[in-house]
Nanobody
Framework: QVQLVESGGGLVQAGASLRLSCAAS????????MGWFRQAPGKEREFVAA????????YYSDSVKGRFTISRDNAKNTMYLQMNSLKPEDTAAYYC???????????????????WGQGTQVTVSS
């Protein structure tokens, strides 16, 4: 029933900005939280950022804190990831995810999310 559609990835130079979007459809209720994860070739999928839907509380990995901003637009049922000061090490496939219910753990736990998008590639050149 729930589908997540991502957009906004691309190829940019170091120092540039991108904004990723993740639109949710087919949902009957708001999620408990939504998040962004990324995976580079040969590496594990890692947590980037998350937002608690009800009050917009945000969480970030140390590697992106101060550069990335996660937000939501409830009217559009869409989540965004504003990425500034991009670095080559940010290069990865980025995935959006939605958690329907409360989870007794951290927002970085991959298994706590119920729905995933197909991913969008972000490539940052030197």
């Amino acid at each position: 029933q729930v589908q997540l559609v991502e957009s906004g990835g691309g190829l940019v130079q170091a120092g540039a900005s991108l904004r990723l979007s993740c639109a949710a459809s087919g949902r009957t209720v708001s999620p408990f939280a939504m998040g962004w994860f990324r995976q580079a070739p040969g590496k594990e999928r890692e947590f980037v950022a998350a937002i608690r839907w009800s009050d917009r509380t945000t969480y970030y990995s140390d590697s992106v804190k101060g550069r990335f901003t996660i937000s939501r637009d409830n009217a559009k049922n869409t989540m965004y990831l504003q990425m500034n000061s991009l670095k080559p090490e940010d290069t990865a496939a980025y995935y959006c995810a939605a958690r329907r219910r409360y989870y007794s753990g951290t927002y970085s736990t991959i298994g706590s999310y119920d729905y995933w998008g197909q991913g969008t590639q972000v490539t940052v050149s030197s």
